[in-house]
T-cell receptor
């Protein structure tokens, strides 16, 4: 029962570097999400995918791109990392109109 | 604009005490969720409430959805150290999956 699996768990990037955060779920959920969590600011939605083949912007999409590779996988890409993107990133999935399952997070530091 | 306000932001109590945390908004939600998050982990869904006035109980935790579906409360009876964590509420407006999260209440229960 893996649920939602995120890789890597930790990452340090230099300003301007690019990277892709990977996420996979094994619950056959249609919807997948990417959130970022910053101290005192709760969880903010970056992008979500209501179903395979569709993606939509959330509250804070600037500086990010996503790919819904198939029903299981939803990746988040930072093309040119900035210190403001230092955060904890959570992938999540659901089969209903709200998030039911989160991954354990990727802790990203941009220096 | 913060759509969901949670209070208090921090709460530190002794084992055995009762407590209530609140989640308030000026918006009407189709459903509202409560999650608990432990350090280094993703949030875990505790409950979802859908009907105005609805009350749900989960062992020592009681969740209530306001009659107008704009607010919710979480009451914990006889708190235990294992209840320590960040409690997040989230509201969903439709079945589209774009939930809005509050900033959370950090609860510490001292033995």
């Amino acid at each position: 029962n893996a649920g939602v699996t995120q890789t890597p768990k930790f990452q340090v990037l230099k300003t301007g570097q690019s990277m892709t955060l990977q996420c996979a779920q094994d619950m056959n959920h249609n919807s997948m999400y990417w959130y970022r969590q910053d101290p005192g600011m709760g969880l903010r939605l970056i992008y979500y995918s209501a179903s395979e083949g569709t993606t939509d912007k959330g509250e804070v999409p600037n500086g990010y791109n996503v790919s819904r590779l198939n029903k299981r996988e939803f990746s988040l890409r930072l093309e040119s990392a900035a210190p403001s993107q230092t955060s904890v990133y959570f992938c999540a999935s659901s089969e209903v109109g709200y998030v039911t399952t989160f991954g354990s997070g990727t802790r990203l530091t941009v220096v | 604009t913060q759509l969901l306000e949670q209070s208090p932001q921090f709460l530190s109590i002794q084992e055995g005490e009762n407590l209530t945390v609140y989640c308030n908004s000026s918006s009407v939600f189709s459903s509202l969720q409560w999650y608990r998050q432990e350090p280094g982990e993703g949030p875990v869904l505790l409950v979802t409430v859908v009907t105005g006035g609805e009350v749900k109980k989960l062992k020592r935790l009681t969740f209530q959805f306001g009659d107008a579906r704009k607010d919710s409360s979480l009451h914990i009876t006889a708190a235990q150290p294992g209840d320590t964590g960040l409690y997040l509420c989230a509201g969903a407006f439709t079945n589209a999956g774009k939930s809005t999260f509050g900033d959370g209440t950090t609860l510490t229960v001292k033995p």
